[in-house]
């Protein structure tokens, strides 16, 4: 199965012709008032595009990588807190997850029904997830 990411770009664009968003209003179970307020003001000088830059940078993450220590090896301990329902990021239905599993020696995964915005959807859950990690592992 082919996720729906991948043919974004070959479809138009994630909203095709229209290239935006059609204009919805903020969930305020969601998004309390305020924060909504903080989060379109914080976006409105700089725009999406930092916040996106680590996806722009494919050039200097490749080089940072083959440079990698022990070729990249994690040896501490990792906490990966996994969206069930994230079409981006899941590494539990496909082999999005296969590399981060080869390549850390002590991987946790939580797992929280949320798409990708785990801190938004999900806050009161992903900070018990790590609270626990955190204490499993004696850290």
Request: charged share 20%; aromatic share 8%; with cysteine.
């Amino acid at each position: 199965m082919i996720s729906p990411s991948a043919l974004i770009t070959h479809n138009g664009g994630r909203y095709g012709s229209a290239h935006r968003a059609p204009a919805t209003s903020p969930d305020p179970t969601m998004w309390p008032p305020a924060d909504f307020d903080a989060l379109v003001e914080s976006f409105r000088g700089s725009g999406f595009r930092p916040a996106n830059a680590w996806y722009l940078n494919d050039a200097v993450n490749i080089a940072y990588a083959s440079a990698a220590p022990d070729n990249g090896r994690l040896r501490q301990s990792v906490l990966f807190v996994n969206g069930d329902w994230d079409a981006i990021c899941d590494i539990n239905r496909g082999r999005l997850g296969e590399p981060m599993h080869a390549s850390c020696d002590d991987l946790s995964v939580a797992n929280l029904p949320a798409r990708h915005w785990l801190p938004l959807e999900r806050k009161i859950e992903l900070v018990q997830s790590i609270r626990s990690w955190l204490e499993a592992k004696g850290l």
